[in-house]
């Protein structure tokens, strides 16, 4: 009776709650199993900080083998132990982890526990990447700020690494979650995959001190490739699922097919659901971080798995993090104008298929000087108005007027021209409440606004009464072909025209009272002879990939002409990335008294900017200076370099 009242204790913990889960799984160094280790359980990454887990294991065996139970579900896990008078340490690189109901097999690689150390010099972190104790080439190093919960794609700052295996990354005084991977196949931005490393310092968060900079070691483990870490004998049983099927058995999310502008199926895209935080999706996004993910097969399919109910962009691209690059092949779902999908847990969503194309690529549709009418048989409206959910997905000429109150789309593939003499006009619904209206054009086809002198297109509010922001924008988006705007003006947006990762040309256009008259990022345009009055700001520009030319225009009347922005996205290796050869041409122009500022370096923005050979509003130093924020105001800034200056204004530029 005795025995059997023992045999019952001990099964206590398993029969106590059927709703718990079993956890099992081993821990290893890279010399085999760690007996002795601890695994921990915690219900935040903040509560790793603190040391305050909610369940701690017994000490494995000699096997390295522990086992606890667990309820369904989100838990961080890390496991610490001793061997050979050195401490060891493993945070799951998987984290944080969904436990469902299924016994769940769980390693642990862990690698020893070496302290920062600190000497006098710049704020910085500097150190070592390194998997068993060897220096990694070809990986790059992550910071995180301590308020990042799950660190999956760029950081805060992202840089590669040396050849030799270190970096030195300059940051402000702070604490910082320091992470290094390194991809096997040579696609750097993209999820690791089995074989791939992932690199956690054991001390993190790492504390960085004013005039001090700090020295440490981030040790690696290769993911989901434990045979490759350290030898021993497998001892899980059928019993168990790993982390690598429990994802690939996941059954509910959003699935479809990726196809190029000739129909084809591609295969080896990344497809990405991100969630919905703005009413519209901004590029930026592309660099922030999505658990969503899946990848296209040989027929061009894919399926992501979602477990989270929400509205969802999705994308595909060929590669993650950062902007798209010229020849980067791209497209986003396009069946919305909001371009969104509304998800709830527990559906298969189907067909939601997407069209790619390469970005900034003049080849993979019509010409620039091709007419939109050659070879199709193009739509025309005239006195519409357009409602909520207007895609074009063809040859379409628009003409006369033109009421819209949404986002109006133009898929890739489609061609909208815009005749001369016609006004488009935007209501100012503003349903999102941001204090801009919602109404506006996304152009991921070609759009050809072709006015001319006497005949102007134009696009403003349909307000009695307008102002600025009363409609968003003209947004040409990872469009592939030439876009034109000629003889066109833009009055009371949020930003008139947007060129992002596109081609462009831009002559003879007028943009006034807009919050930003025109703004680019990695583009390849021509701006000449636009007039830029009375704007918040004239130019707004970021990434430096691609061919710019901004010449004989007037920047005048703003309260900024022109402002060099650093992107909101974080590339790897910011300044590496940008093109300085590239840099905007910006000759012959007239930019003068704009109310604070005539040329304005934004924030971080530390590359030298070319403004030699225009009119600044005068030929004295101090007048010139004054208008001019650069690193004579901030010296992290770049320095506007404005020598040899044109000593009058120039006559006939601007729109003409």
């Not at 895209?269 to 592309?286: D, G, I, N, R």
Request: aromatic letters at 10%; charged letters at 25%.
């Amino acid at each position: 009776m005795r025995k059997l009242f023992i045999l019952l204790f001990c099964l206590y913990p398993i029969l106590a709650s059927a709703g718990d889960i079993n956890i099992e799984g081993r821990v290893f160094t890279d010399k085999g199993p760690l007996k002795g280790a601890k695994v921990y359980v915690y219900k935040s990454y903040d509560d790793i900080n603190s040391g305050a887990p909610l369940l701690t294991s017994e000490p494995t065996d000699k096997q390295g083998l522990y086992k606890f139970q667990l309820k369904e579900g989100e838990y961080y896990f890390t496991a610490k132990g001793n061997k050979d008078g050195r401490e060891f340490f493993s945070y799951h690189g998987n984290n944080p982890i969904k436990v469902e109901p299924r016994n769940l097999w769980l390693t642990f690689m862990s690698n020893e526990i070496k302290e920062p150390v600190y000497s006098e010099g710049t704020a910085s972190i500097s150190g070592v990447v390194t998997y068993k104790d060897s220096p990694v080439k070809d990986a790059y190093v992550a910071v995180y700020t301590p308020g990042t919960k799950i660190f999956k794609g760029l950081g805060y700052k992202t840089e590669s690494i040396n050849a030799d295996g270190t970096f030195n990354i300059h940051l402000p005084p702070g604490k910082y979650i320091v992470i290094a991977k390194k991809k096997e196949s040579g696609k750097k931005m993209r999820p690791l995959k089995k074989g791939d490393l992932f690199c956690y310092y054991p001390k993190n968060p790492v504390e960085v001190k004013p005039d001090k900079a700090v020295q440490i070691e981030v040790p690696c483990y290769p993911k989901g490739d434990r045979d490759s870490f350290a030898e021993a004998q497998k001892i899980k049983t059928n019993e168990y699922i790993t982390l690598e099927n429990l994802n690939n058995n996941s059954g509910y999310g959003i699935k479809g097919q990726v196809r190029d502008l000739g129909g084809k199926p591609v295969s080896g895209l990344f497809v990405l659901a991100y969630k919905s935080k703005e009413p519209v999706f901004l590029m930026h996004h592309l660099s922030e971080r999505t658990e969503y993910l899946g990848e296209t097969d040989n027929e061009g399919n894919y399926f992501i798995p979602i477990d989270s109910d929400g509205d969802f962009y999705i994308v595909a691209r060929n590669s993650i993090g950062g902007s798209p690059q010229s020849g980067d092949v791209y497209g986003i779902y396009e069946g919305t104008t909001m371009h969104h999908i509304s998800f709830k847990t527990g559906l298969v969503i189907d067909n939601i298929n997407i069209v790619v194309g390469k970005v900034k690529d003049r080849v993979s549709e019509k010409s620039i000087y091709d007419s939109p009418t050659a070879n199709s048989q193009p739509s025309g409206f005239q006195n519409q108005g357009f409602k909520v959910d207007n895609v074009i997905d063809k040859d379409t000429i628009w003409k006369e007027n033109i009421v819209i109150d949404e986002i109006v789309v133009v898929k890739k593939g489609a061609v909208l021209t815009i005749e001369p003499g016609t006004i488009i006009s935007f209501k100012n619904t503003d349903r999102d409440k941001n204090s801009i209206g919602d109404g506006g054009i996304i152009v991921e086809g070609r759009i050809v606004a072709h006015g001319n002198k006497n005949n102007k297109i134009i696009f403003t509010s349909a307000s009695e009464k307008p102002g600025v922001k009363d409609w968003s924008y003209i947004m040409v988006l990872a469009a592939g072909s030439d876009n034109i705007f000629e003889y066109c003006e833009f009055h009371y947006a949020f930003t008139g025209l947007q060129v992002q990762y596109s081609n462009a040309k831009i002559s003879d256009c007028l943009f006034n009272k807009n919050h930003e008259g025109l703004r680019f990022n990695s583009a390849n345009l021509l701006v000449e002879y636009n007039s830029f009055l009375n704007n918040n700001l004239g130019i707004g520009f970021a990434g430096l990939d691609g061919k710019v030319i901004i010449k004989n225009n007037i920047i005048s009347k703003n309260s900024v002409g022109v402002l060099f922005m650093h992107p909101r996205i974080n590339p790897v290796d910011f300044k590496k990335s940008q093109n300085i050869e590239g840099m905007p041409l910006i000759k012959t122009n007239n930019i003068e008294n704009n109310l604070e500022y005539n040329f304005k370096m934004g924030e971080s923005q530390s590359i030298n900017i070319d403004l030699s050979n225009n009119w600044l509003g005068s030929v004295k130093k101090e007048d010139i200076e004054k208008l001019l924020f650069d690193k004579t105001d901030d010296n992290t800034l770049g320095q506007i370099i404005y020598l040899p200056l044109l000593e009058e204004p120039i006559s006939k530029i601007g729109m003409r």
